[in-house]
């Protein structure tokens, strides 16, 4: 069984960085993952994905200034996240699966097997 657990989150001003990790214990390390956010009153939304093959998907909204990537060593996966944006208050999840997924499909909240409680991103103006 595959457990997740989301760490980093917390309080910045508009413009500030963080940086979100996924630890993923008894993973395999292949297939795909990435990181999914929900703000308040809204549908769970892709964010950025990555599968074992190393290939990444970004929403455009975060393009330019998020970065997705993973240490295979530590079965943890990362989301660094710059330039914030008050928009980008939400509760932040990843997730993994170990099916391979091509880059379109990898931020597709159905694709995933096993996720995380979330790490709270709040930004303020």
């Known amino acids: 069984q595959v457990h997740v657990v989301e760490s980093g989150g917390g309080s910045v001003q508009a413009g500030g960085s963080l940086r979100l990790s996924c630890e993923a214990s008894?993973?395999?390390?292949?297939?795909?993952m990435g990181w999914f956010r929900q703000a308040p009153g809204k549908e769970r939304e892709g964010v950025a994905g990555?599968?074992?093959?190393?290939?990444?998907a970004f929403a455009d909204s975060v393009k330019g200034r998020f970065t997705i990537s993973k240490d295979n060593s530590k079965n943890t996966l990362y989301l660094e996240m710059n330039s914030l944006k008050p928009e980008d208050t939400a509760m932040y999840y990843c997730?993994?699966?170990?099916?391979?997924?091509?880059?379109?499909?990898?931020?597709?909240?159905?694709?995933?097997?096993?996720w995380g409680q979330g790490t709270q991103v709040t930004v303020s103006s």
């Open positions: 997730g993994f699966t170990t099916t391979f997924f091509l880059k379109s499909r990898l931020l597709d909240a159905r694709i995933f097997d096993y």
């Open positions: 008894g993973y395999p390390g292949t297939g795909s």
């Open positions: 990555m599968n074992s093959g190393g290939f990444t």
